[in-house]
């Protein structure tokens, strides 16, 4: 068990690696860069900045391009261009490639680099100011749809048929069939603004943690409600719920000993992708409560361009997903004694 | 009735598909889902030619009405009647549902057929692929290329269906590996068929029932990430409409317009209901081992 | 949970209870909660609070409240009233001031503010290397402009200390305006030494030193910013708040859904309430909907390298001006209080006896004429498809998508409509990337030069790249006018070519729509929305 788990950790770095190669690409393919929209610098300022990104990387430039060596006016850059084109494309592949060694460098020492928008931050700032946030708004979200699913569904498969059953993955069916964004602002507006109970938006204690919470977890407690349901339905069919029966167990001793654990492993499996969503879901969330997690830097890094901020939240995401399934299988291997880790 | 013919009808036995479309008619629900579908997609697509106004025609002075004898469901902040751009908007989002799971089950079907089949290395090496993709957070990688490279309704497609394709993929690979070595094959290889007929016409069919059950439990998952896209505003454009960026700006103003929210919401929920119930109904006909 | 179905059942009854909006007020009558911090909207997150460098409305709000310039902002009228500077003189010509700084004024690291930190700060802002937005605005003192463009030495500008609280600062030309400019950021001192000692980190709340009413308390990102009352300051008794909060958000509907819920005192300059909650929130006593100087237009693609588009027919320009009908778009649209424009310069400058030229109103008729003059009507040519640009925001969508459907129906041109993200529409537009874009321009100080300059045929913000000489030696000849009367004579002369010609297309003059409790006090509606901390009470 533990080389298994020793060789899946191990197995990170490769897939960490593709990440953040295909999130470089498309930084680099995107059109735009940090100082777009500003006014025009000089010459001699802007090529300092591009330096400092290493948007520019002098070697590249005596390469391939020569004539670029000089600080130029954007137009009479893009003239020179214009009139190479094979070397142009040479000289930016070539400043991509090593763009791409002094990203990857940084970021094994966990340094993420400057933010392009706020110039002045480094993208370490906002990932350290959102993280925990957004960490702990999938906590509370996923013990909600622990809680809601494993309960429901426990009711249901009991009272299989029964109108608990009915009730119970009818309800489960709207969590899925109700968008988080029209959730959210309807329980807002019952339980904060017409209902006094809660705060409508932003971060603190407890208070505030409800509503986001419960919002991001609703379609998860519907998902975990049905697989619970299937799970011990199909498990308390099985030969040895009913030995347990026959030896005289107590119908409460029944459930709770054997079927609630065989039927908790397809819950378990699902956890991993689970927490994918929450992630996702922590975007609009994030939003429409003004909770200042990553969820919210990432969407503002894409639409303002941050490419940088945007290319370490998916990195940071796509780690947490990784640990997380890791997690998952280790739980799944406990709690399944017919799974086994083959060396 | 004579004996000898009460024997014949009782030997005649029964096919699969036979067996799962009884299976299927019994569950109430699952038909009743189905009826709600045909009778949705008849709103949608005849629905506007029957209404005298056009989805993108705009009449401010009538604008954030409620529903009157003129307009039915009201009309938007524009004066647009809302009636038809919730048939127009469920246009889009029945289609981008439909051709978004198409891509995925295409994508999905083939690769993981292609996988189980040929096994070993090969396997290895594709499930290994699918691994890693599983675990990019493929919402943020579309939000970046709708931002980067600007929103198109094909890009849409491509990006929602190539987000979805994986867990086909591998459902289509499990289904194929146990059935490669059944006899059925066996003879088809000695009639002389190649792979590419063996996957595709003898081993995909076989696997049909678990495609068609995810892929009508994947077209209301599309349908949701699209109103999500549209939420962000990265999805469909105005003056087009879709439920999803329907319920977006209905949510918004709920407090105020509820017209705008409960309308296309309710179609919205209710679709996706429906293709969920169907969904399951599809999977419990088809699943033997699961009994009602 | 068999409680649940019951649950169902009754949102819709809570629902409706939450729709009949009864009481007078959107928010609470009264202030729910009891501490002395004034919570308010900051809009989007600043992308720079130093005074040289902020450009964007949050940051100057928060600059404008953590440091102080020769002169601050009256709240009511936004007239210049003394800041750091005690008393002044002016000499005859207007070219020379002589400003005398108060004795009390202090850092919050406790050394008094001397001249010498304005003379640093303006040279800063002057210095090309730091790329100040706002640099063209000390153009007008002595050889700004020339050392701006590395022709003159930082210490030609004519900015100096001649002793410790003594500032003399000469101009190029008499600029009638000048002290109302001072109490604008890009002329506040700035701490030399914290500048130096931490570079472009000196903002931070660890780094950053101030001289003004409030001083940085924290800064979470993307979340607020706290402002806490300066013990430093010279004026501090007369300082109420002992905090102020600005809530980083820019999505309106929670800012609006906060604010029903008692949670900000303000919505803030940069947070409005979304269109669709306009008409309901019309005679609620904490709405304020009060003209703003600012106006909106489009700006037509006049560019060399347009050469053969349509628009450079002046009449297809006036053609498509006379084709929309703006009051629908003020009622309809924006109903927000705005006001059609047929001009660039607000309609507020008429109450201090601005006379703008006339021009034309909704004419469709004259419109398809024109048209057909241009050689586009029936039987001419056939008009390319239009594109028209704006920056993503549910406000400018609606408007473009109204007038997409006015020039459809009325001139059967049609347009195709795009939106782009701030920063990637700002590029396309000041590279020329667009054929029709969607402006919008506040004014920075109470005079319509600030909305006329934009048009000079060397001006940065000329994005049609339009050029006029008659147009040029108008404005030129009205900046040397002391005389109001006169002055806005020949602004008016000036603005009947800007409408004949139509480099841009204007749409209305702005109007700010604001939430405000009625437990604030200190709080005055007026046309730069304005409202220094230093003068806000909260009461019971």
Not at chain 1, 108 to 113: C, E, K, N, Q, S
Not at chain 2, 50 to 69: F, I, K, M, R, T
Not at chain 3, 205 to 221: A, D, K, M, R, Y
Not at chain 3, 408 to 429: C, D, H, P, S, T
Request: aromatic share 12%; net charge neutral; hydrophobic share 45%.
């Amino acid at each position: 068990m533990l080389r298994y788990a020793l060789r899946r950790l191990l197995g990170l770095f490769p897939v960490l690696l593709v990440i953040f190669t295909l999130s470089f690409v498309l930084m680099r393919a995107a059109p735009g860069g940090p100082f777009d929209a500003e006014k025009p610098v000089p010459a001699e300022v802007k090529r300092n900045l591009e330096l400092k990104y290493h948007l520019r990387e002098p070697w590249c430039e005596a390469r391939f391009l020569p004539a670029l060596r000089e600080g130029l006016e954007p137009a009479v850059e893009r003239a020179v261009r214009a009139e190479q084109p094979w070397a142009s494309r040479a000289e930016k592949l070539c400043t991509g490639l090593f763009q791409y060694g002094w990203m990857l460098a940084n970021y094994a020492t966990g340094d993420f680099g400057p933010s392009y928008k706020y110039k002045d931050r480094s993208v370490n700032e906002f990932i350290a100011a959102g993280l925990p946030v957004t960490i702990q708004l999938g906590l509370v979200a996923m013990c909600f749809a622990l809680f809601i699913g494993l309960t429901a569904g426990l009711i249901a498969a009991i009272r299989q048929n029964g109108w608990a059953d009915h009730a119970a993955m009818g309800m489960a069916l709207l969590g899925i069939s109700i968008p988080n964004f029209v959730l959210g602002p309807l329980l807002i507006l019952v339980f904060a603004l017409t209902l006094v109970w809660l705060p409508p938006a932003r971060w603190g204690s407890w208070e505030y943690m409800i509503l986001p919470g419960f919002t991001l977890g609703s379609a998860y407690a519907a998902y975990i409600a049905r697989l619970t349901r299937g799970g011990m339905l199909e498990v308390i069919r099985q030969d040895y719920i009913r030995t347990a029966r026959a030896k005289g167990l107590s119908e409460r001793l029944v459930i709770l000993r054997h079927a609630v654990r065989g039927g908790m492993l397809p819950v378990v499996s699902y956890l991993g992708p689970a927490m994918a969503g929450l992630f996702t879901g922590s975007i609009v969330i994030e939003r429409i409560f003004n909770i200042p997690g990553m969820g919210r830097y990432f969407v503002d890094a894409a639409l303002n361009r941050d490419i940088t901020l945007a290319m370490a939240v998916v990195v940071v995401d796509a780690i947490f997903l990784l640990v997380a399934n890791l997690l998952v299988d280790l739980a799944l291997g406990l709690l399944d004694p017919r799974v086994r880790y083959e060396e | 009735m004579n004996p000898a013919l009460a024997i014949e009808e009782e030997v005649q036995g029964t096919s699969l598909w036979q067996d799962a479309w009884r299976r299927l008619r019994k569950n109430r629900m699952a038909v009743f889902s189905a009826c709600v579908l045909a009778a949705m997609f008849l709103f949608v697509v005849a629905g506007p030619w029957v209404v005298p106004w056009s989805y993108e025609q705009q009449d401010l002075a009538y604008g954030a009405q409620g529903p009157s004898w003129q307009h039915w469901f009201g009309t938007d902040m524009h004066g647009r009647d809302l009636l038809v751009r919730t048939m127009h908007g469920g246009r889009i989002s029945l289609l981008v549902g439909l051709l978004a799971t198409a891509v995925s089950l295409t994508i999905g079907v083939v690769y993981g057929a292609i996988s189980g089949y040929f096994g070993g290395k090969v396997d290895a090496i594709l499930m290994r692929v699918v691994d890693v993709l599983y675990v990019i957070p493929f919402m943020f990688v579309v939000i970046l290329f709708l931002v980067l490279f600007g929103r198109s309704l094909l890009l849409l497609f491509v990006a929602l269906g190539a987000v979805s394709w994986l867990t086909m993929a591998r459902i289509v690979r499990g289904q194929v590996m146990s059935l490669k070595n059944s006899e059925f094959v066996d003879a088809a290889r000695a009639a002389g068929v190649g792979h590419a007929g063996i996957i595709f016409r003898h081993l995909v069919p076989n696997a049909l029932g678990s495609i068609i059950v995810y892929a009508t439990l994947t077209i209301p998952r599309v349908m949701l990430e699209e109103a999500f896209l549209s939420y962000l505003g990265l999805g469909v454009q105005a003056p087009d409409a879709s439920w999803g960026l329907l319920v977006a700006d209905g949510a918004n103003s709920m407090i105020f317009l509820p017209h705008m929210l409960i309308f296309p919401g309710l179609l919205l929920t209710v679709t996706l209901f429906a293709l969920n119930f169907l969904g399951d109904g599809l999977r419990d006909a088809l699943d033997p081992r699961m009994k009602s | 949970m068999p409680s649940r179905p019951l649950l169902l059942l009754a949102l819709p009854l809570l629902l409706l209870a939450g729709c009949r909006n009864e009481g007078d007020t959107f928010g609470p009558a009264q202030r729910t909660r009891s501490d002395n911090t004034y919570l308010f909207g900051g809009g989007a997150e600043p992308e720079s609070i130093d005074p040289g460098l902020a450009y964007d409305s949050p940051g100057l709000e928060i600059a404008r409240n953590l440091f102080e310039g020769l002169m601050r902002y009256d709240p009511r009228t936004l007239e210049p009233l003394p800041g750091v500077a005690e008393r002044w003189e002016k000499s005859e010509d207007g070219r020379r001031y002589l400003f005398r700084l108060r004795p009390d004024a202090r850092w919050s690291n406790g050394r008094p503010v001397v001249a010498e930190d304005f003379v640093y700060a303006w040279r800063r802002v002057l210095d090309p290397r730091t790329a100040a937005q706002y640099a063209a605005l000390l153009w007008d003192i002595e050889n700004g402009k020339a050392f701006a463009e590395g022709r003159a030495a930082a210490e030609a500008v004519g900015v100096r200390a001649l002793d410790e609280r003594t500032l003399e600062v000469r101009l190029e030309r008499p600029v009638p305006w000048f002290l109302d400019l001072l109490a604008f950021a890009p002329f506040y001192p700035v701490p030399r030494e914290a500048v130096e000692a931490h570079g472009i980190r000196w903002t931070r709340p660890e780094n950053i030193v101030t001289n003004g009413p409030f001083h940085l308390g924290s800064w979470q990102i993307s979340y607020q910013i706290e402002l806490v009352r300066s013990p430093t300051y010279w004026d501090r008794e007369k300082v109420s708040l002992d905090r102020a909060v600005a809530i980083i958000s820019d999505d309106n509907h929670a800012m609006v859904r906060l604010f029903r819920a008692g949670a900000l005192d303000w919505l803030g300059a940069d947070n409005r309430p979304p269109v669709e909650y306009l008409s309901f929130l019309e005679n609620k006593k904490d709405y304020r909907a009060n003209p703003e100087l600012g106006s909106y237009f489009y700006w037509f693609n006049l560019r060399d390298d347009r050469g053969d588009s349509p628009l450079r027919d002046k009449r297809v320009r006036q053609a498509l001006n006379l084709a929309i009908d703006k009051e629908a778009i003020v009622r309809f649209v924006t109903r927000g209080g705005e006001r059609a424009a047929r001009t660039v310069v607000p309609d507020l400058f008429e109450r201090f006896g601005y006379r703008p030229p006339a021009a034309p109103g909704h004419d469709p008729e004259r419109a398809r004429r024109l048209l057909a003059e241009a050689g586009y009507g029936p039987g001419g040519k056939p008009f390319p498809t239009l594109q028209l640009t704006y920056n993503t925001d549910d406000r400018h969508k609606q408007i473009a998508e109204a007038i997409q459907q006015m020039w459809r129906e009325e001139l059967g041109i049609r347009v195709a409509l795009e939106n782009q993200e701030w920063k990637v529409f700002m590029n396309n537009r000041n590279e020329g990337f667009f054929e029709i874009a969607r402006a919008g321009w506040i004014g920075d100080f109470q005079d319509p030069y600030t909305f006329l300059a934009q048009f000079l045929s060397d001006s940065e913000m000329n994005e049609a790249r339009w050029s006029n000489a008659d147009y040029d030696r108008l404005v030129r000849e009205a900046l040397t006018e002391e005389d109001d009367a006169r002055r806005y004579a020949l602004y008016a002369q000036a603005e009947a070519i800007l409408i004949d010609e139509l480099p841009v297309l204007p749409l209305y003059y702005y109007s700010k729509q604001t939430l405000i409790g009625s437990w604030v006090e200190g709080w005055y509606p007026n046309s730069q929305d304005i409202h220094p901390l230093r003068d806000i009470r909260l009461v019971r």
